[in-house]
């Protein structure tokens, strides 16, 4: 009998969350303890969240990551942000080597990316259950049709590992 949480496709993060949570950091934990608690997959996104903010120590980062990836495992997109949100067409998720799932697509109305042209987002952290829009790491996405094909190219090349197919 393992002690891993249970993965739920529709909150990837989750299993995450579950593992933070059980490393028992407190805000006076030294930092090596809040260092070695922090899962290797998730090193990039700590890092990440770690750019925008000042944390006084690794355990206060530590407590803040965490805090923040239940508020965005918890948010649920109100209209004015699924409009303004890019689209992804022909959409599918993948769980990267390090066993974080992503999104892929073709993506159209993004800032910064041409529309479209074909991508894998940042973490996953949340899928509506009906399919409308997801949310990753970095924005929501509102989704268009669904394909579980979608990063078949990616995983062949080495690029991502998994395909999840969805149609369960």
């Known amino acids: 009998m393992t002690d891993r949480p249970e993965f739920n496709p529709l ?3 989750q299993h995450w969350i579950a593992i933070l949570q059980r490393a028992g950091i407190a805000p006076n934990s030294d930092d090596d303890e809040a260092a070695a608690a922090l899962p290797l997959p998730l090193l990039p996104l700590y890092d990440s969240f770690c750019r925008t903010r000042v ?4 355990a206060e980062g530590f407590l803040a990551f965490l805090e923040r990836l ?3 495992d918890a948010a649920i997109p109100s209209k004015e942000e699924l409009d303004q949100a ?13 066993t974080i799932c992503v999104f892929t697509g073709k993506v159209a109305g993004h800032l910064r990316i041409r529309d ?14 009906d399919r409308q829009w997801g949310r990753s790491w970095n924005r929501y996405y509102r989704l268009g049709e669904y ?7 990616s995983v062949d090349a080495g690029l991502l590992g998994v395909l999840l197919n969805l149609n369960r």
């Open 11 to 13: 909150r990837p993060m």
């Open 55 to 58: 944390q006084h120590s690794l």
């Open 70 to 72: 239940q508020e965005l």
């Open 86 to 98: 890019p689209k992804l067409e022909k959409w599918g998720v993948a769980m990267r080597v390090t």
């Open 116 to 129: 479209t042209a074909s991508i894998f987002t940042s973490a996953v952290i949340r899928l509506d259950p």
């Open 147 to 153: 394909d579980a094909e979608a990063a078949e190219v």
